[in-house]
């Protein structure tokens, strides 16, 4: 089984910082692509910021200079750099990533379960 581990989230004042991480982990072939979504109360899933495998990443508008989104694929893991958090932030956020498992070689689409982010004074 594959399993993407979201950790790093809680409750921040405007204008700090939050670094989350995705640990994906089980028996994975290759890792295609990371991407962290986020879900705010009543408002549908939206991208944050996506990273290919060789290819450049991509950020929402809404983050573009205040997020940067790092990967090392030795560890299997992503990372979110949050920075100059405003309260329009809070969401829960979730990580998803393209691959493979060693047992089929499929590539499918696998999510984590979330880490809240509160942006608030």
């Known amino acids: 089984q594959v399993q993407l581990v979201e950790s790093g989230g809680g409750l921040v004042q405007p204008g700090g910082s939050l670094r989350l991480s995705c640990a994906a982990s089980?028996?994975?072939?290759?890792?295609?692509?990371m991407g962290w979504y986020r879900q705010a109360p009543g408002k549908q899933r939206e991208l944050v910021a996506t990273?290919?495998?060789?290819?450049?990443?991509n950020y929402a508008d809404s983050v573009k200079g205040r997020f940067t989104v790092s990967r090392d694929n030795a560890k299997n893991t992503l990372y979110l750099q949050m920075n100059s958090l405003k309260p329009e932030d809070t969401a829960v956020y979730y990580c998803?990533?393209?691959?493979?498992?060693?047992?089929?070689?499929?590539?499918?689409?696998?999510w984590g379960s979330g880490t809240q982010v509160t942006v608030s004074s």
């Open positions: 998803d990533a393209a691959l493979s498992r060693v047992a089929d070689g499929i590539a499918r689409s696998y």
């Open positions: 089980g028996s994975i072939f290759s890792i295609y692509a």
């Open positions: 990273k290919p495998g060789g290819g450049s990443t």
